[in-house]
């Protein structure tokens, strides 16, 4: 765990704006987690958010997921949210070209949206976004698969931050929250146990 967590960063964080296709949305959570993106953020404005146990392997619970399932228009909720944390808005599209994904700057908080399987993003994230960036293609089809797309997104940026000046590791805070909410979720009856060891050492300070 610690040998992980010493590779996990908020620095780029992933938004995923109602998709519905169970493979993708589990492909995507493996994805961040083999990539060391900590938090990923769900948009549930039509579809719901449904994983694929055989192929996200697990790697939910090693997540930090957040869902924005109860406002009139939850992405202006999530990305709102995202930008008073100060991460940039990034939209990958086919369609608004600003840049490559290898030429986006990495400087500034990353939250790299990625629309639904059969329209892309909505008016919304195009509105609100910061930057536009596309995966060049050199074929006939006009898009990769969105669980592709993310993976590509996901190595091209942490290579580049991985191997900047860029304070991209977690805090100290961050790193013992994590640590602590991944050994809860690998023990029985995690809640009793914490909750007996801050009774007993209320009693006892100095023990």
Known sequence: MLEVLAQRTRHLTVVLEDIYQ??????????CDC????????????????LNPGIELGSAKWLNLTKYNKDENNTATC??????????IVATTPHTRSCSISELPIDNKIALVMGTEMSGISSTVEEMADDFVVIPMFGF???FN?????AIC???LMKRIRSSEIKWQLSHEEHEQILLQWMKGQMKKADLIEKE??????TNPAG
């Open 141 to 143: 089809t006009e898009s």
């Open 197 to 202: 060891f801050y009774r007993i050492r209320s």
């Open 35 to 50: 990539m060391g993106v900590q938090d990923v953020h769900i948009i549930e404005n039509k579809n719901k958010y449904e």
């Open 146 to 150: 969105i669980s592709v797309s993310t």
């Open 154 to 156: 996901l190595y091209e």
């Open 22 to 31: 169970p493979h993708n949305a589990s492909a995507v959570l493996r994805s």
């Open 79 to 88: 990305l709102q949210s995202l930008k008073d944390k100060g991460y940039r």
